[in-house]
């Protein structure tokens, strides 16, 4: 199995290029608020993505010197959707929600993807 940091710098390169391409989308479109939904979505998704990176990498640790861990995040991540939706909400002309809640699911897309392409790319 790859080393979780190499894994987790291939698929923030992957989703910084989303980024960027959703910047593109939301400077020359008429699709600014969907743009921005997606923008506001992936930033957070790539933060959650971070946190469950180094929550796993500290799990890693107490495991290997026998101590216990409480938890591995889950409602600091769900806190983080949750102020994803509330922005969505307060400001429902500039950034649309379904758009947010797609760019929530991003990291978990890009993971998948990521697997994907590394099973192809080892069996080669």
Known sequence: MPDLKTMFIRQRKYIFLLLSVY??????????????????GTSLSLFNLWLMVRKTDQFGEAAANGQRMRS???????????????IS????DEVHLISVVLGLMTSYIVIMIDY???LFVLRK
């Not at 910047?23 to 939904?37: A, K, P």
């Open 23 to 40: 910047v593109l989308g939301w400077g020359f479109t008429s699709y600014q608020s969907i743009f921005m939904g997606l923008i506001v």
């Open 72 to 86: 591995l995040g889950m409602l600091s991540r769900m806190a983080t959707a949750v102020l994803a939706v509330m």
């Open 116 to 118: 994907f392409l590394q």
């Open 89 to 92: 909400m307060k400001y429902p």
